[in-house]
């Protein structure tokens, strides 16, 4: 029955963690950016030094999930910190795209600057830029707590932060697959997908700001 417990644990933090990692996010989406113009090694760098932080990011929600609960300023700093990180993810990918642009129109050919972060230093700055996460794993945690697979013990929450972590990395690792079959076609058309991202980006703003004014604003 113990074996069993743990097993459900692991596996129930791994399989709703891969499936609300998969919608685009500031991660998933640089692991994808990633793949596209370095290599799938790079993407698979930058998705575990993200799932570095997100292993302590859902640690902090499935420990002290009741002190998250019952802090409704913290919970309103959080939502609100995530609106500036999207907003400056989407610039930066506009910028890029603009770049990009100038660069054709120019006919001047770009030169490759050695980049002072790499693949795994990137993935902890965006890991720790996903401010979205630190809810998210609150909430799934309550929800575990609620069916009955997660107890306030350390056995119980670090099988089942591995869990969420494994999901976590297999959804990036998706993203990471995905773009490298189409890597060359991606390639051909960096401009368009930066200007994709921007625009994901650009929704995740608008989305989160509403979010924000219908919880926080309008009762």
């Known amino acids: 029955m113990i074996e069993n417990f743990y097993l459900m644990s ?4 791994l399989w709703w963690s891969y499936v609300f990692s998969l919608p685009p ?3 998933n989406l640089s692991v994808l950016d990633a793949t596209v113009k370095k290599g799938l090694k790079y993407g698979i760098y930058l998705a575990l030094a993200a ?3 997100e292993f302590l990011q859902s640690f902090l929600g499935a420990k002290f999930t009741a002190f998250f609960l019952e802090s409704p300023r913290l919970a309103f700093a959080i939502n609100i910190a995530i609106i ?3 907003l400056f ?3 930066n990918y506009f910028r890029k795209a603009y770049r990009i642009y100038k660069n054709k129109k120019n006919n001047v050919v770009p030169i490759e600057t050695k980049k002072r972060v790499g693949s795994f230093g990137k993935g902890l700055i965006v890991g720790l830029l996903n401010p979205i996460a630190i809810p998210f794993f609150i909430v799934l945690a309550t929800k575990t707590k609620d069916e009955g697979l997660l107890k306030d013990t350390w056995p119980s929450i670090l099988i089942y932060v591995a869990g ?7 959804a990036f690792f998706t993203y990471g697959i995905l773009s490298k079959f189409i890597a060359k076609r991606l390639q051909a058309i960096r401009f368009w997908l930066d200007i994709i991202i921007g625009v994901v980006f650009s929704i995740l703003v608008i989305n989160q700001s509403v979010i924000v004014v219908l919880k926080y604003i309008v009762k």
């Not at 692991?10 to 933090?13: D, P, T």
């Not at 969420?164 to 297999?170: N, Y």
């Open 89 to 91: 993810l989407g610039i």
């Open 10 to 13: 692991f596996l129930w933090g």
């Open 164 to 170: 969420t972590t494994v999901g976590t990395f297999l």
């Open 51 to 53: 799932c570095i932080v």
């Open 84 to 86: 500036p990180v999207f």
């Open 25 to 27: 996010g500031i991660i």
